[in-house]
């Protein structure tokens, strides 16, 4: 499912920390791109993720403090220019 994050950046040294660092996502995760303000202050990403309520907690455990992560469902008919979604794989 896509999903979009708007981030408001709230330290911009561990913001800049987080994504400097090595990003492993967890299955099912995968980040179809990002983009940063030129001041720092918010940021906006597009995801293909499980659901909202896990990409919320997984953005909340990974980000911190650096930043408040708004996460929504993305509505289909009026997105555009986004990759087919990954269809789900059931758990082991």
């Not at 400097?20 to 179809?32: A, I, M, N």
Request: hydrophobic share 45%; aromatic share 6%; proline share 5%.
């Amino acid at each position: 499912m896509h999903l979009g994050v708007v981030h408001t950046i709230r330290d911009r040294a561990e913001w800049d920390r987080v994504l400097s660092g090595e990003l492993d996502f967890p299955e099912g995760f995968v980040l179809l791109g990002s983009i940063t303000q030129d001041d720092v202050s918010r940021a906006v990403c597009i995801w293909d993720a499980p659901s909202v309520d896990d990409l919320q907690r997984m953005l909340d455990g990974m980000i911190g403090a650096a930043a408040v992560n708004d996460c929504f469902v993305a509505d289909p008919a009026r997105s555009m220019n986004l990759p087919a979604s990954q269809p789900a794989t059931a758990s082991a």
